[in-house]
Antibody
Framework: EVQLVQSGAEVKKPGESLKISCKGS????????IGWVRQMPGRGLEWMGI????????RYSPSFQGQVTISADKSINTAYLQWSSLKASDTAIYYC?????????????WGQGALVTVSS | DIQMTQSPSSLSASVGDKVTITCRAS??????LNWYQQKPGKAPKPLIY???SLQSGVPSRFSGSGSGTDFTLTISSLQPEDSATYYC??????????FGQGTKLEIK
């Protein structure tokens, strides 16, 4: 069974750093792209970026370029999303999702989401 | 960037109704259009990919159509469990997959 299990909820202060994780199982992790999606409170889904876990080739939405870093460690089937200096506006649920590829690409399996709260 | 615009933003319908949600792309995306369903407190789940292909396990009352810039998600006979927010997503631009703003569907 394909599963993506994300790390737990985090409460941080502005200016702090953070790295959240997404561990895949039940499939060949290093053969798929993992995408990250932000959902701010009461808002819609926003595409942040994506990484090929086989070689850590990462691509970013212009809105998130320079704001976050996406990485992966294929030896432990885990992708990461990290911030070096959090802002209150980073408060959101962050989802990782596997990119199904074929003729059409779409996000076929999703993690449960990780709530990040940034507050002084 | 390709912008995705959904309409309506919200709607209310009765059990058994036929419901249609539309999604418009700012430029042609061929049939590279996906639909997702999100229930409160849950992760989104895929419904339709490639404009009209039904994801495995999704009830057949869901269908998608369209190409170019205009797309529709149709629920043929609305069920209580279909109360959710629905998002379209374009997958035309390689690895830069933008979402629509969402349509909240409520059951009367």
């Amino acid at each position: 069974e394909v599963q993506l299990v994300q790390s737990g909820a985090e409460v941080k202060k502005p200016g702090e750093s953070l790295k959240i994780s997404c561990k895949g199982s039940g499939y060949s992790f290093n053969l798929y792209w993992i995408g990250w999606v932000r959902q701010m409170p009461g808002r819609g889904l926003e595409w942040m970026g994506i990484i090929y876990t086989g070689d850590s080739d990462a691509r970013y939405s212009p809105s998130f370029q320079g704001q976050v870093t996406i990485s992966a460690d294929k030896s432990i089937n885990t992708a990461y999303l990290q911030w070096s200096s959090l802002k209150a506006s980073d408060t959101a649920i962050y989802y990782c999702a596997r990119l199904a590829t074929g003729t059409f690409s779409y996000l076929d399996y999703w993690g449960q989401g990780a709530l990040v709260t940034v507050s002084s | 960037d390709i912008q995705m615009t959904q309409s309506p933003s919200s709607l209310s319908a009765s059990v058994g109704d036929k419901v249609t949600i539309t999604c418009r792309a700012s430029r042609s995306i061929d049939t590279y259009l996906n639909w997702y369903q999100q229930k409160p407190g849950k992760a989104p789940k895929p419904l339709i990919y490639g404009s009209s292909s039904l994801q495995s396990g999704v009830p057949s009352r869901f269908s998608g159509s369209g190409s170019g810039t205009d797309f529709t998600l149709t629920i043929s006979s609305l069920q209580p469990e279909d109360s959710a927010t629905y998002y379209c997503q374009q997958s035309y631009t390689t690895l830069m997959y933008t979402f629509g703003q969402g349509t909240k569907l409520e059951i009367k």
